[in-house]
């Protein structure tokens, strides 16, 4: 019988590569709520009139450069009340969706509480809709064919160029948008790796640092995916695959967890108290029989594994057993056990920005992260196709607000002096969990006034429980590949890796899928979708 090959050992020891968290900008917005601003005593329309007062200029700006050389000589109109009949002109207010599907707190307290209440609608748009533009002055309607396709929320700031009708309308005849923020990180001189973003040229360097993202773990939903999970933890630390795997798993410096990573509670009942009144014994302060600790522990047990190897930071989501409002403050250390003692483990807000420096060439890549619930909400509003989960998260940062239909139909907390959710600059990275399907693009702007080239990749995480996907982000070059743990009766075995350039590695197939964009302006390269 002969005997087994010997397993390849490396030439070198492997070492993990490493970055660095840096300190936030004082242009970057805090999501953390302190003694200070945790009040809930004030109106949700202090939250426009700051959103409007921070937005209208830029807005202002953009239009100017826009319609300034428009036969007709369009004027701006400070007030949208102040409109007059037949004049070309341009106005800058809030959008307010006025939609018979849309939940309505009023019929809510008005109706028969003996009666269930219906469930909620999967989405909210109809023919019947009215589009509004409101400011200080009032309200007047918007109307005209442009509409029909244009992407509008309740919440965006923008300006519209058209006139008013007789009956007291105004007729839109173009939109103007903040546009992109400014990007620090953007210079004239640009290093030429930075240049190659998504270039066939490009090419992955020994040395880069790759950041993993994975989003809807899913931990104790009825159908688990315990399996792929597990081959997550071993693929991470290192325990899994050949000698060339283990190369490219130790170019990944750390995991960020974006949202769900438990899934929703479910009440059995069965610990409720009987017709008597008496009341089982209780441990702990919670029933046993109505809650089990099953998937915190679970859960906690799987970051353990995986932060001895490397930093984690992991983001509350919908499903979680956080608040549910946003934003959703970090989870506290002391329910995760002995990775809590770790420096290593960071728990998020949701949304959060982390600034990363990479210690092999000192890059500084600016994230923008958030578990998905604002894009989900978004998403109601909008017809599909043509809209798309992509193109809406790209036009946040024309918007440059990353949650418009907060607080109309997406709970949020009520601020008084800011709103943090305004994007004051264009973020390096921008990942959205809690999607159902993965889908990226890279944007890009030019900037003919200072000459400047802005870019963000942007990145939707799919459902790690129904897809088995992990993504990873190069932090030099921006490019992006997938992995995907699947096996026999997995929903998603050893990984396939991805690469979405085209680029085939290992024994996996290229990824042939662009979605088109019909409803927005193409810019940088095509969107992928898996």
Known sequence: MASPAPLPI??????????????????????????????????????????????????????IKRWMKLPGNPSFVPRVLEVEPSQLCYIIGTVYLDMPLKPNVMEDIARDHSIPAPPPPPYYYSTDDQVMMEDESGRIQLVGERLKSEKLVTGLIIG?????????????????YAGLPPQPSTTKEEPEDRMEVDSSNTKDLPTDEWIGVVSGLNIGAPSPSDGQIQLLVEYLTGEEGSADDQVCVSQISRLIIAGNSMAPMLVTGKGEADAEGDKKSRKFGYDGTTFSSHPVLSLSGHLLDMGRAMPIHILPGETDPSGTILPQQPFPRAMFGAISSFSSFTCETNPTYLHLSSDSTHITRTFLLHSGQPVNDMFKYLPSPPHTPLSTVESTLKWRHIAPTAPDTLWCHP??????????????????GGQKKFMTKLVENDDNDHGLRKRCRIVLVPEFSETGILVLINLRSLGVKIVRFRGENMTGSMPDTNYLDGTKTSSSEMIPLVEPESSIPRSGSSPTCL
Do not use: W
């Open 160 to 176: 519209a160029l058209g006139m008013e009708t007789p009956d007291g309308k105004f007729e839109v005849a173009d939109f103007c």
């Open 10 to 63: 490396p030439d070198t020891q492997l070492a993990r590569a490493t970055t660095t968290v840096i300190a936030p900008s004082p242009q970057t917005p805090s999501f953390i709520i302190d003694s200070k601003n945790k009040t809930y005593k004030f109106q949700y329309s202090n939250i426009y009139f700051l959103r409007l007062r921070a937005l209208r200029e830029f807005v202002q700006k953009a239009a």
């Open 415 to 432: 601020y008084f002096t800011s709103d943090p959710f305004i994007i004051p600059e264009t973020p390096d990275i921008y990942i959205v």
